[in-house]
């Protein structure tokens, strides 16, 4: 087994969940131990963009769904108040609690659900689809979980994870509600969150011993549980060690918050997490070192709103600089598609070579125009 050594790192506590999982075919007496079995089943679940989405039955109503974000970066679970009326009548106030009885996902039944109230519509309008809640990482606690990426798949289980699998590391100790590992970053230690509520890829502190290809520049906002955070991105001139593979001069984030890894470099994995015995079985689904494309765009930083994406950036010398594209103006539509319509479609961080334009439908003082704007590479 590899032990990772730890670090202090300022913790940014985003969800507590008092839940317990457990399987239709366990005696009823064992379901407040959590999930009992020894063979696998797989949650059902789907993918809008980079996150992993739930649907959960309240009482077994299928009249009463509940869609949820599965985060294992989230200490508790999370929903929002308009939710919980939907589905129970019940007029719940902001940060207040909330106690379902059983909620399930196909076969799997999870008993006694606490969650915290919280108004998640921001979280909503930047997925482009609409949520009830965040699916907190200690439901899982007493199970297997493995969140499959390349396949596709989320799976639950019994049973435990062998610590002497050359695979199997380490989780720190330190906060055992949320998986925390350590990677290397030119022999250094880093102590990350394994965040799948993220779609960003390595997010770091500042600090003045790393060497840059590209030095940080304002490109990206991120979405948290409660407000928008600002946040530079650049490559490293480093190579970093996570779990069983190598990252050559990785994109990152810098942030002041919590240091992570989320689903932009995750999606590459076999992710099977044992909580009860703090290990994490990394399998790396590629070959030869993680390899990051560049970072196109246009040079717009947004700020999803309820009429559309308010540019709160604009990146100086950028193709969006170049059309006097400003502060403050609101794109409605992304080649003609009203972005209040892209059902899960990102924009900005997952545009490829093939983008080489797009035709943005921008509003300013309640006057629209389409103008084309170019997409390049931001960070090579």
């Keep these: ?59 077994g109503d299928p009249d009463k769904i509940l869609t949820m974000i599965l985060d294992t970066g989230a200490s508790y679970t999370v929903i929002d108040p308009d939710s919980v009326y939907r589905v129970s009548g019940q007029h719940l106030e902001k940060n207040k609690w909330v106690n379902f009885e059983k909620l399930t996902v196909g076969k799997v039944a999870f008993h006694k659900v606490r969650a915290r109230g919280s108004n998640l519509d921001h979280i909503s309008r930047a997925l482009g689809y609409p949520v009830d809640g965040i699916l907190g990482f200690p439901a899982f606690a007493g199970t297997l979980l493995t969140l499959d990426y390349p396949a596709g798949e989320v799976r639950v289980g019994g049973g435990q994870l062998n610590p002497d699998d050359p695979d199997v590391f380490e989780l720190s100790s330190r906060n055992i509600s ?87 470099i995750l999606e590459e994995f076999v992710l099977t997490f044992d909580q009860k015995n703090h290990l994490l079985r990394m399998q790396y689904a590629g070959d030869g070192p993680m390899v990051q494309d560049a970072l196109r765009g246009t040079g717009l930083v947004f700020n999803p709103t309820h009429a559309g994406l308010e540019v709160v950036r604009v990146l100086k010398g950028s193709p969006a600089a170049r059309v006097k594209l400003r502060k403050g103006d609101l794109v409605t539509a992304i080649n003609g598609r009203p972005v209040l319509e892209r059902e899960c479609g990102g924009f900005g961080h997952r545009l490829t070579d093939q983008d080489r334009e797009l035709v943005l439908t921008i509003t300013h003082k309640n006057v629209s125009r389409d103008i084309l704007v170019d997409v390049v590479d931001i960070i090579p």
């Design 178 to 264: 949320r998986p925390w590992i350590t990677l290397q970053i030119a022999g250094r230690s880093r102590t990350v969150l394994i965040d799948s509520g993220s779609g960003s890829g390595l997010v770091l502190n500042r600090s003045n011993s790393y060497s840059w290809l590209t030095p940080p520049l304002p490109v990206r906002s991120s979405m948290r549980i409660n407000r928008l955070q600002l946040r530079e991105m650049g490559r490293l001139d480093d190579h970093v060690v996570f779990g069983p593979t190598e990252i050559l001069h990785p994109l990152v984030e810098i942030t002041n918050a919590t240091q992570l890894v989320g689903t932009a």
């Design 1 to 59: 087994m590899q032990t990772p050594r730890q670090t202090s790192i300022r913790l940014l506590v985003t969800t507590l969940a008092a839940l317990a999982i457990a399987l239709p075919a366990a005696p009823a007496a064992a379901r407040a131990g959590g999930i009992h079995a020894s063979g696998e089943r797989v949650l059902l679940s789907r993918r809008c963009g980079r996150h992993i989405l739930v649907d959960m039955t309240v009482g």
